[in-house]
């Protein structure tokens, strides 16, 4: 397996003529200008490594690590190099070598959502305000936070949107019935957003559609695959298809575009058990394609700024359903925030591992969202929203992060 892993890195990498267009699309070459911090400096990285030319060192690693995996390069190559496949399949490689090991970050990164969501939306309020005070005597701030102070900045950011998740088991549709769709909860998203799931799962079931909600369904292993852990990335694909294979349905929707594009390309499904996973996608672009516009909005007279998250600009290519899912409401002027090509700095991990980069990249994307006049600022990724909320945050001319659906389910007129 590892010898086929090789072969697909050389020959991923090869297709790269390093013509450097992929320069000024990339958001960490932007920062420093570092030719190791670009596309193709991380792919002659790979290249090395893979032929056995470079070391596995620490500046390395340093500037692998640093790659955000918003596939922004790959939007522009003329060579059509598979850059998010290679950055992955080098992960892999080293973890088989024993270069990357798992670290308890990680471990956090990936539990914490679902062991904090078990514990219950109280208890998780009680927490929010405790990271609150904790903040105020110890003056954490958001340009500088790090480690504790980034996580403290996090907690304290989910007061007021703690709650229950839709209950496990199938909602019914409540004008007729077109179909059924499964709900993927997420990690983070079950923890931060859940009234977002309930907006999804509202909306569905207005336009049609029983709502699955397995309890055996899981992480989507997106922290584990883009680590390299590989096992562990496919026994949580495997999971998520069993569980809604076994619901029958005809889709599954995800309202974390970060979730929704590794669950959308995972490629074991169906090899091992015969669970096939239903086709998955961003829960706008299925209401959009399915009924959503024959329901009745309230108008709102108002301004949205629409940020497009890279999991679901370059990787899903469904960016553009959020826009026109907002135009159903009447009086709505939905437009894109400044910047919406070059990722917000959120980028799963990266957020909490290197908060001062992530800070540099949502700077100009706040600044824009502060001076539009709009009063909300709508984004499908979880990840994104939050990074958004914690640089708005005490800004008195902030908009109000939200996912577009939980805006839409707002005005619904039913």
């Known amino acids: 397996m590892r010898a086929a892993r090789l072969e697909r890195l050389v020959r991923g990498a090869d297709l790269c003529v390093k013509c450097g267009l992929c320069l000024q699309a990339c958001p960490t070459y932007g920062l420093e200008r570092n030719e190791a911090d670009s596309p193709r400096g991380r792919i002659a990285l790979i290249q090395g490594l893979a032929e056995g030319r470079v070391e596995a060192t620490a500046s390395t690693l340093g500037h692998l690590d640093g790659c955000l995996s918003c596939r922004a390069c790959e939007a522009v190559c003329p060579s059509g190099v598979p850059y998010g496949e290679l950055i992955d399949d080098t992960y892999a490689d080293l973890v088989v070598r024993g270069v990357v090991r798992p670290s308890l970050m990680n471990e956090v990164l990936s539990r914490w959502p679902v062991g904090l969501g078990a514990i219950g939306p109280r208890a998780l309020a009680v927490a929010a305000r405790a990271a609150r005070l904790l903040m105020r005597l110890g003056g954490a701030r958001p340009s500088t936070s790090s480690g504790i102070g980034r996580w403290l900045r996090l907690t304290a950011s989910l007061a007021g949107r703690t709650g229950n998740l839709p209950a496990y088991g199938t909602h019914g549709a409540r004008h007729g019935r077109r179909g059924r769709a499964g709900l993927h909860l997420g990690c983070v998203a079950r923890l931060a957003e859940p009234s977002v799931l309930h907006a999804a799962t509202r909306l569905l079931t207005a336009a049609g559609y029983d709502v699955a909600v397995p309890e055996g369904q899981g992480c989507c292993g997106a922290i ?19 569980a ?19 669950l959308a390309a995972g490629a074991c499904r169906g090899k091992e058990d015969g ?14 394609d399915h009924h959503v516009a024959d329901l009745r909005f309230r108008p709102l007279e108002a301004r949205v700024l629409v940020h497009d998250p890279c999991s679901l600009r370059n990787a899903m290519g469904q960016h553009e359903a959020a826009y026109a899912l907002l135009a159903l409401i009447p009086g709505l002027e939905p437009q894109p925030l400044d910047g919406n090509a070059v990722c917000c700095g959120a980028a799963g991990t990266h957020l909490v591992l290197r908060p001062a980069t992530a800070d540099r990249l949502a700077a100009p994307k706040v600044a824009a969202a502060r001076t539009a006049g709009a009063a909300y600022l709508a984004t499908s990724n979880v990840g994104c929203a939050l990074h958004l909320r914690l640089g708005l945050a005490g800004a008195p001319d902030a908009p109000e992060v939200l996912h577009p659906v939980e805006l839409l389910a707002r005005q619904l007129d039913d």
């Open 275 to 288: 669970a096939v996973m239903p086709e998955v996608w961003d829960i706008s672009r299925f209401l959009l």
């Open 244 to 262: 809604f294979a076994a619901e029958a349905c005809d889709a599954v929707v995800s309202c974390a575009s970060g979730c929704g594009a590794v």
């Open 224 to 242: 584990h695959l883009h680590r390299g852990f590989t096992a562990e990335a496919a026994a949580a694909e495997r999971r998520n298809a069993r």
